[in-house]
């Protein structure tokens, strides 16, 4: 019989629960404890939505981060912070995000943990530190909890646990030691944590080593042989667990584990299907993920049935059926949304309708087809409704991009021309300030949003409001000085979802949220067909918002690679065939507003990185492709328009050449948390163009000082040439309050005016 388990569910429950009582306990308005017994209830609800698997998931939950979670669980706590006073969630919400509830004034603030994106998703984790004399100890109390809790309801539970090559990869040293020699240590509390785990009556534990599915130097190939042939002595049995990619060379390795079992990701590698049956000892079981677990459109049961019953009938019971990864990258149940339109509806299917895909695959094997022949018909009608759909293909579109020439993606004079322009145009000072383009949303913003969706406010008072909106963020950014302005952008929903809905080919859902980080979620829209621009979208917001200032004003557009990567994009053709049809939506949108008389337009490619190949031989190709999109979108423009860009919260020293031929004016990136790390890219390679690194870290509540912002700024310096320096925030301001940005903000720009005052004294 075919066993059925699943890798993670969705944590923040299906109206965000999880979100809006983290919010509320950092802001004081609960109590800690009142926080926890949600998630006590949040989890109840998820098992009870995971009731039909064989096994289900425990620890898989978490009230920031799962990598954060694994810190916890093995005593990795950052000295500055272990070394205050409180309860362990304070500690824990100082490491994810600089303060905790209870830290009411900036004295008991701390440095947050970096920040980035986990393998090539929109998640974020909080990246483990490490160093020298790192020491770890087992704390296994909250998980030990949540077992406690499953057990009570089911009693096949599976704990999942980050596994221990995996947690040193995403780590980094913060003294130059070499992470590995850490593993003995390490090894050591894992394997008391596997006795803990047997002792609570657990008999399998699901073991995340996704790095086997990256390229990986013989160091690191030893480290795993040598984890797990230590950990092979355990009470327990390992599913050793993959997925986001293929297993290539570490096929074999990943088969010859001294394991119970091996979980592989047959959406993303179905080729290695095969060869793994060949490679697995038979004493093994082979976990196959056969439904996406990231992305959003109906599985083809029935083709995946005609492959896997060859497969069922040489594993037999050896064979285990799940998604293809945890589903924490998909909204928690379609049942919810009842507006979408009927037939996209019905081409979907979320977290809960996933495991429902998982359920009718395992009974069409164990008792077959002729037992769920009525849902393998629907399923195929709907398969069959989406191929033929008269809404997917736009013959328009489609020759557009046949129209597409090489000179499309060039500027009409190079850098330093244009460059010599742009200043002449605009005269800023040295070290000019910016923003990333959003301020804060609050309550009236969303409420006027609301409103007006819900036919409650008139167009016609709806605008007035917006303008009203605009016309307080320019008058706050002109009193605090800075020298380049935005409009705001409060009538933006998402930077992706807002622009989605101007745009022909995309559909929207009302809860199809997914956790981004923390209790940050967002709305990935669903690219269901051609896209195509049908009119200007930001002109009449950004028209006014510079008619109320003779600074200049950017215009603040999302890029065609951002769009792709943060939304659920169709699979019926390739990735990069979208991205161009995004790229010429955007560009009509970059040309309307430089018709309009705006000289600076920035255009956020903030996803770029995530969308990179996890095997570096396959980078080339999407950076081709990425880079050829993001140009064809920005270069249409005069000499005397300057296209900024923006990109956040990954690892770029890697990529510095390829962004450097995206050919922006001015790029803005973070460097907050990472303590300006990626300008060790400039040591060897001299970025041609204006570039702002993020000076302070907008996803922490804490005030940067004036000093330290002059310091990351001066680190910028010594690689950089200081006329060609900005000085902003890391990334856009919307999930801070205005106490909060005002002083931030003030302390930027009296920083940039000391650096330029130093410098024009030298």
Known sequence: MVTTHNLGFPRIGKNRELKFALEKCWKGEISEQTLLDTADSLRLQHWQDQAQLDWVPAGDFSLYDHVLDTSFLLGNIPERVSALTGSELDSYFRVARGRSAADKSACSCVHAGEMTKWFDTNYHYIVPEFARDTKFSLNAGRLLEQIRQVQHIRPRVKPVILGPVTYLWLGKSKDGSEKLDLLDDLLAVYAQLLDVLKNAGVEWVQIDEPVLVMELSEPWKHALRAAYFQLQAAPVKLLLTTYFGQLQDNLQLACELPVAGLHLDAVSAPDEVAKVIDWLPSHKILSLGVVSGRNIWKTDLTAVLDWLQPVHMRLQDRLWLAP?????????????????????????????QKLEEINILAKALNHGRASVAALLRENQAAITSRKQSRHVHQVEVKGRLQEITDAMGERRSPYQQRATVQRNRFHLPLFPTTTIGSFPQTQQIRQARRDFRAGQLAEADYRRAMRKEIELCVREQEALGLDVLVHGEPERNDMVEYFGEH????????????????????????????????QAITTEWIEYAQSLTKKPMKGMLTGPVTMLNWSFVRDDQPRSETCLQLALAIRDEVLALEQAGIRMIQIDEAALREGLPLRKPQWNDYLNWAIRAFRITANGVRDETQIHTHMCYSEFNDIIQAIAHMDADVITIETSRS???????????????????????IHSPNIPSVDSIIQLMQKAAQRIPPERLWVNPDCGLKTRNWDEVKPALSNMIAASRQLAGRLDAA
């Open 324 to 352: 293809s990864c945890s589903l924490l990258h998909v909204p928690v149940d379609l049942e919810s949304e009842q507006k979408l339109d009927t037939d996209i509806r019905s081409w979907l299917a979320f977290a809960v």
């Open 503 to 534: 745009l022909d080919g995309f559909a929207f859902t009302e809860f199809g949220w997914v956790q981004s980080y923390g209790s940050r979620c967002f709305k990935p829209p669903v690219i269901y067909g051609d896209v195509s621009h049908p």
């Open 675 to 697: 303590d300006m790390e990626l300008l060790d890219a400039f040591d060897q390679f001299q970025y041609p163009n204006e570039i702002g690194p993020g000076v302070y870290d």
